[in-house]
C-alpha cells in the first residue's frame, strides 16, 4: 500500500482556516485520497476523498496537488467540535485485491484553542 | 437513520474466558469490518464480510479469534482464551459496498484483567 505521511499535531484558533497537509509521493495513478477523523471517545467517520480534482463538501475541501504526490484538508472555519484526529488514506477503488480495507496510520492530531 | 451498533460497549474478563462482541451494521449495508485500536494509534483492520462470506481474515492476529456473519447483517467477533495483550477498543464498520465510506460504531472497550 502506499503510504501516506503527516505532522503528528497541529493548532489552530476557533473561527480560523485550518490546512492539514497530507504527503504520498508513492500514490499510484488510481489511488483515491481519503480523509477520516476521529473525534474523542469515537470512532473514525468519512471527511471527504478526491482523486484528481479539488472536492468540496460540507464538511471540509480537499486540495490536490497538481502531480498528486500531495494533499490538503481544509476546515474554513475551525470550531472547538473540529478537534480531532485527522487521517489520510490512500485506497485504489479501481483495482481488486483489497482495497477495501482502510490502512490508517497515526494521523494529524489538531488542537481548536478557543 | 441508525448508525452502527455495537455491544456491549465496555467489558472486563478475566485471562483464559471467552468473549463475543457483537456488531449491527447499517441497514442495507453488504460490507462489514472489524478493526482493532491500541491506544493513540489508528484502527488496525482484522478482517472483512461481503454479505455472510468472510472474504479476508488476514489481520486476524491468531486463531483465538473468529468472527462471523451468519446471514449478512450482525456480525459476531469471537476471542477465545482472553490474554491481557487482546485488550484494546475494537471496532465494526459497514458501507454500501467494498469501496464507499465506512461507517464506524462506538466500539466496545475490551480489558482482560
Known amino acids: 500500500d502506499a503510504k501516506t505521511t503527516q505532522p503528528n499535531s497541529m493548532e489552530s484558533n476557533e473561527e480560523e482556516p485550518v490546512h492539514l497537509p497530507c504527503n504520498h509521493s508513492?500514490?499510484?495513478?488510481?489511488?483515491?485520497i481519503h480523509w477520516y477523523r476521529q473525534l474523542p471517545s469515537q470512532g473514525p467517520e468519512y471527511v471527504i476523498h478526491g482523486l484528481t480534482s479539488n472536492v468540496n463538501n460540507r464538511m471540509a475541501s480537499l486540495a490536490i496537488a497538481e502531480d498528486r504526490k500531495s494533499s490538503t484538508l481544509i476546515l474554513h472555519r475551525a470550531t472547538l467540535r473540529d478537534a480531532a484526529v485527522y487521517y489520510c488514506i490512500l485506497r485504489d477503488v479501481y483495482s481488486g485485491g483489497s482495497n477495501y480495507k482502510l490502512t490508517f496510520g497515526k494521523g494529524t492530531l489538531l488542537t481548536v484553542n478557543p | 437513520g441508525a448508525g452502527v451498533s455495537q455491544s456491549p460497549r465496555y467489558k472486563v474478563t478475566k485471562r483464559g474466558q471467552d468473549v463475543a462482541l457483537r456488531c449491527d451494521p447499517i441497514?442495507?449495508?453488504?460490507?462489514l469490518y472489524w478493526y482493532r485500536q491500541a491506544l493513540g494509534q489508528g484502527p488496525e483492520f482484522l478482517t472483512y464480510?461481503?454479505?455472510?462470506?468472510?472474504?479476508?481474515k488476514s489481520g486476524l492476529p491468531n486463531d483465538r479469534f473468529s468472527a462471523e456473519r451468519p446471514e449478512g447483517s450482525i456480525s459476531t467477533l469471537t476471542i477465545q482464551r482472553t490474554e491481557q495483550r487482546d485488550s484494546a477498543m475494537y471496532r465494526c464498520?459497514?458501507?454500501?459496498?467494498?469501496?464507499?465510506?465506512?461507517?464506524f460504531g462506538p466500539g466496545t472497550r475490551l480489558t482482560v484483567t
Open positions: 508513492t500514490i499510484s495513478g488510481t489511488d483515491y
Open positions: 464498520a459497514s458501507s454500501a459496498n467494498r469501496v464507499y465510506e465506512q461507517y
Open positions: 464480510f461481503n454479505y455472510e462470506a468472510q472474504q479476508d
Open positions: 441497514s442495507g449495508h453488504v460490507s
